[in-house]
């Protein structure tokens, strides 16, 4: 079983829907959650990062940290056609450097 | 300020052939990270330098070395390329690689294809 589990989707969704991401864990020393975002055929770029539980907002965007589920989220409120790529969820414990990664959920937002 | 940069962009070896990928980055960090992307299988992390003059294996080592040759660049060599080591290449760079808020930033990556 993998330390990170996602969706590979893809997800489909009309220009203007919310969307919800969502990844689940097995570690529940993980502390630290972030969302990065790669556009096809480009390197990864952190969109949000959370540390521990709770919500976190930045613009259109929400990421969220359940701890006692192991699962977070990020929902994009008003999906844009500009907002399709494929988001990666990853995450590491305290005082480590190893960054532990979901596979990735490609997003396609129509016009 | 370019962040991370890697070169060559795409490669094409055959196997047995050897080669080095290329990583600087320009935001004065302290820890270097070479990933590999393949489809399903999401970020698997090859090699990490914490700082200057230290390398440690990560998830996915065999096959591969590292040189961090000062603080800018981090460089992984492919002794004798395998057709399993077709994959996209990432280099990434954070302030620092334990602390809690670490923040990785990654290059645009290195597409090779191994015959």
């Known amino acids: 079983q993998k330390e990170v589990e996602q969706d590979p989707g893809p997800l489909s969704v009309p220009e203007g829907a919310i969307v919800s991401l969502n990844c689940t864990y097995s570690n529940s020393a993980f502390q630290y959650f972030m969302w990065y975002r790669q556009y096809s055929r480009k390197g990864p770029e952190l969109l949000m990062y959370?540390?521990?539980?709770g919500n976190k907002e930045d613009g259109r965007f929400t990421a969220q940290v359940d701890k006692s589920s192991k699962y977070i989220s990020l929902f994009i409120r008003d999906s844009q056609p500009s907002d399709s790529a494929t988001y990666l969820c990853?995450?590491?414990?305290?005082?480590?450097?190893?960054?532990?990664f979901g596979s990735g959920t490609r997003l396609l937002v129509r016009p | 300020n370019a962040g991370v940069t890697q070169t060559p962009k795409f490669q094409v070896l055959k196997t047995g052939q050897s080669m080095t990928l290329q990583c600087a980055q320009d935001?004065?960090?302290?820890?270097m990270y070479w990933y590999r992307q393949d489809p399903g299988m999401g970020l698997r992390l090859i090699y990490y330098?914490?700082?200057?003059?230290?390398?440690d294996k990560g998830e996915v080592p065999n096959g591969y070395n590292v040189s961090r040759l000062n603080k800018r660049e981090f460089s992984l060599r492919l002794e004798s390329a395998a057709p399993s080591q077709t994959s996209v290449y990432f280099c990434?760079?954070?302030?620092?690689?334990?602390?809690?808020?670490?923040?990785?930033?990654f290059g645009p990556g290195t597409r090779l294809t191994v015959l």
């Open positions: 935001m004065n960090h302290n820890s």
């Open positions: 990853a995450m590491k414990r305290d005082s480590s450097y190893k960054l532990i």
């Open positions: 990434a760079s954070s302030r620092a690689s334990t602390a809690s808020t670490d923040t990785q930033y």
């Open positions: 330098s914490a700082s200057e003059g230290t390398t």
């Open positions: 959370t540390y521990s539980s």
